[in-house]
């Protein structure tokens, strides 16, 4: 069984000091609005609806957090860049955004969700600017590499891969696509190494007791 599968809603968050204390280890998954987070999550726990995919962007406004097996915490943050979101609304999401993301001890590593066609953008290098100097790991998804054929699909993962090293050295990038569910393995490879899990302990720890 998956590292991710059986993973289940535990609750929503909406400012940082209703975040819960630690129960366990933290992944976080974040990414610009209409990047596909919430379809990347949804591949991974194999669950059609864990996590809400809206065809309106900005839609996930709470930080959703969801339990595995193994005690560790998938943590679903809003997305941003939305441009259609009110002033105060975007402001409150950017406070609960950064807060989490230095601030919360349990947080092990990010998850960082990409549109292939579209990556780096001005805020996902804001997110890296908040994030890399914790030292902790992202792990970069170009989500929807389906949209792109196999030459140019390379050049891009090339590319970025060459670009993220500005943010030093715990920084991994993969291309993957939720469509084709292409690329999970390598997410719960990468995920299995932050827990302190090989490939094999990752698929025992997922094992329901």
């Known amino acids: 069984m998956s590292l991710f599968h059986a993973a289940r809603f535990e609750i929503s968050i909406a400012r940082p000091q209703d975040l819960p204390p630690s129960m366990g280890a933290e992944i976080a998954f974040a990414g610009r609005s209409n990047a596909g987070k919430s379809s990347a999550i949804n591949t991974l726990v194999g669950h059609t609806r864990l996590a809400f995919v809206s065809k309106t962007p900005g839609r996930t406004q709470l930080i959703n957090i969801f339990r595995m097996n193994n005690g560790a915490a998938l943590v679903d943050l809003p997305g941003y860049g939305y441009a259609k979101v009110p002033e105060a609304i975007r402001k409150q999401w950017v406070k609960l955004l950064e807060n989490y993301l230095t601030q919360r001890d349990s947080l092990i590593g990010l998850i960082l969700i990409m549109d292939s066609r579209h990556p780096l953008t001005p805020l996902d290098q804001q997110m890296l600017g908040w994030f890399a100097p914790t030292g902790r790991p992202v792990h970069v998804l170009l989500t929807k590499s389906d949209k792109l054929t196999r030459g140019p699909a390379a050049q891009t993962l090339a590319r970025v891969r060459k670009e993220l090293a500005a943010w030093g050295p715990n920084i991994t990038v993969q291309l993957f696509s ?27 720890e997922a094992e329901p007791s």
Do not use: F
């Open 178 to 204: 939720s469509l084709k569910k292409t690329g999970v393995d390598d997410v719960e490879k990468i995920v299995g190494s932050w827990l302190g899990l090989g490939a094999q302990g990752a698929a025992e």
